[in-house]
């Protein structure tokens, strides 16, 4: 099958400006001409702006990274005409100030730490959407993909620039309290952003995706995720994977007791796909036990990535910043794999500032050494409908044992703290 989208925006404008042309064409009944102005002026504009600024502490760099940005989005959703809409979304990045101190990817200030939120301005999303069929909807086009928990598949919200998908999607809710998704994948537009050779993934990628939510214990979800990267492309062609997996969620309060019990079970299994070599075989483990108690929610999680010593089981689409740990400091899972067991809690405060804290405790699957340990706290304020204000901090402490330190010794073999502060008004 040829690329869906090689140049995602250029095939979304050129679809939505056929759409549009065959809109315009002059029709003997005024009845449609009006339903194609409505249609056309009668859509939602939406739009953000996102300050941050980021501090980081690297023990393996010189200097401390500071980085103060902003995002700035504009969209705009057409209205419904035949069952087709469309949406336009531009996202663009700057650095807020006289001059970038850190290590953006792409700006060659390699003595400051990463901070991967590189300047540049492009389409965020464009794609078309299809509502004809009941219960389903048809995407085409640059779009935001996130499923489950985003463990495998998600946007990167976190960064400035986020990761979006070149794909035809078919989402399902015909049978009761059933999730069918189906996605077909020829491109990843990824966090680096347009100027950086890391950002843009050309690929074949098949997502299918069942949940069904009909039990009042919980939901139960049924995956399977096909990987075939192109030759050439930021991810070996060597590295092409495909992911099955299991996860049951949910929670069950008991009627004679105070706490209601939050529970999560999944597992999964990677091995090659397509031009994948035979090295590339992982299991994924993810178990958590919590309780909430008015308000107040205290989860004690067990989650591993399997490794052998040459490869460590591969999340690369996943919203990376959400697991294992703020910091960041294990993005790509280490060739030894990673056992992360964490208590976190979380919990509303005076009038709706949200709390909410983990600490991680971090081995390798591979010779059971440890990496080291990680404390994430977090208060955010919702000021009004538009103005949510946050401040974060991560402060990874490395283990100095002799494997950590021969195996990992610009990684997890380093100390990491970072703080941030952060702006986001959405309209």
Same mark, same amino acid.
């Given at each position: 099958?040829?690329?869906?989208?090689?140049?995602? %925006? +250029?095939?979304?404008?050129?679809?939505?400006?056929?759409? !549009?042309? /065959? $809109?315009?064409?002059?029709? &003997?009944?005024?009845?449609?001409?009006?339903?194609?102005?409505?249609?056309?002026?009668?859509?939602?504009?939406?739009?953000?702006?996102?300050?941050?600024?980021?501090?980081?502490?690297?023990?393996a760099k010189t200097k401390d990274a500071h980085a103060s940005t902003l995002r700035t989005r504009l969209g705009y959703m057409t209205g419904d005409y035949l069952n087709i809409s469309a949406f336009l979304q531009f996202e663009d990045v700057q650095v807020v100030g006289a001059n970038d101190l850190y290590n953006s990817?792409?700006?060659?200030?390699?003595?400051?730490?990463? %901070? +991967?939120?590189?300047?540049?301005?492009?389409?965020?999303? !464009?794609? /078309? $959407?299809?509502?004809?069929? &009941?219960?389903?909807?048809?995407?085409?086009?640059?779009?935001?993909?996130?499923?489950?928990?985003?463990?495998?598949i998600g946007t990167v919200e976190w960064r400035q620039n986020s990761q979006m998908y070149d794909a035809f999607t078919v989402t399902n809710t015909s049978l009761p309290d059933t999730t069918f998704f189906y996605g077909h994948v020829s491109g990843v537009n990824r966090i680096f952003g347009p100027?950086?050779?890391?950002?843009?993934?050309?690929?074949?990628?098949?997502?299918?995706?069942?949940?069904?939510?009909?039990?009042?214990?919980?939901?139960? %979800?049924?995956?399977?995720?096909?990987?075939?990267y192109m030759p050439g492309q930021p991810i070996s062609n060597t590295l092409s994977n495909q992911t099955v997996g299991l996860r049951f969620?949910?929670?069950?309060?008991?009627?004679s007791m105070a706490p209601r019990f939050?529970?999560?079970?999944?597992?999964?299994?990677?091995?090659?796909?397509?031009?994948?070599?035979?090295?590339?075989?992982?299991?994924?483990v993810n178990l958590m036990f919590g309780v909430d108690v008015s308000g107040i929610q205290v989860k004690l999680n067990y989650e591993v990535l399997s490794g052998d010593g040459v490869y460590g089981f591969a999340t690369p689409f996943a919203t990376l910043h959400a697991f294992n740990g703020w910091a960041d400091k294990f993005l790509a899972?280490?060739?030894?794999?990673?056992?992360?067991?964490?208590?976190?809690?979380?919990?509303?405060?005076?009038e709706g500032i949200n709390l909410s804290g983990a600490y991680h405790l971090y081995s390798s699957d591979n010779l059971g050494y440890d990496y080291g340990s990680?404390?994430?706290?977090?208060?955010?304020?919702?000021?009004?409908?538009?103005?949510?204000?946050?401040?974060?901090?991560?402060?990874?402490?490395?283990?100095?044992?002799?494997?950590?330190?021969?195996r990992n010794a610009t990684g997890a073999a380093k100390d990491l703290d970072k703080f941030w502060l952060m702006l986001d008004v959405q309209f």
């Open positions: 099958m040829k690329k869906l989208f090689k140049n995602g %925006v +250029a095939s979304a404008i050129y679809c939505g400006v056929g759409v !549009a042309s /065959l $809109m315009l064409v002059p029709m &003997p009944p005024s009845y449609a001409a009006d339903t194609v102005v409505e249609a056309l002026s009668g859509g939602k504009a939406s739009g953000q702006f996102r300050y941050r600024y980021e501090w980081v502490d690297d023990q990817t792409i700006n060659g200030r390699t003595e400051y730490p990463v %901070v +991967a939120d590189p300047e540049g301005t492009e389409i965020n999303q !464009a794609f /078309l $959407m299809y509502k004809g069929v &009941p219960g389903t909807v048809f995407k085409y086009g640059r779009q935001a993909i996130n499923l489950d928990n985003q463990r495998f100027k950086s050779p890391q950002g843009d993934l050309d690929m074949a990628g098949e997502l299918l995706n069942v949940a069904y939510k009909g039990w009042a214990v919980g939901s139960l %979800v049924g995956y399977g995720y096909f990987f075939d969620d949910g929670g069950y309060k008991p009627a939050l529970y999560t079970a999944e597992f999964a299994k990677q091995s090659d796909y397509a031009d994948g070599a035979t090295t590339v075989d992982g299991d994924y899972t280490p060739r030894d794999g990673i056992k992360d067991i964490f208590l976190s809690a979380s919990t509303i405060v005076l990680e404390l994430n706290l977090q208060a955010a304020k919702k000021i009004n409908k538009s103005l949510v204000v946050t401040a974060k901090y991560a402060a990874y402490s490395a283990d100095t044992n002799a494997n950590n330190v021969a």
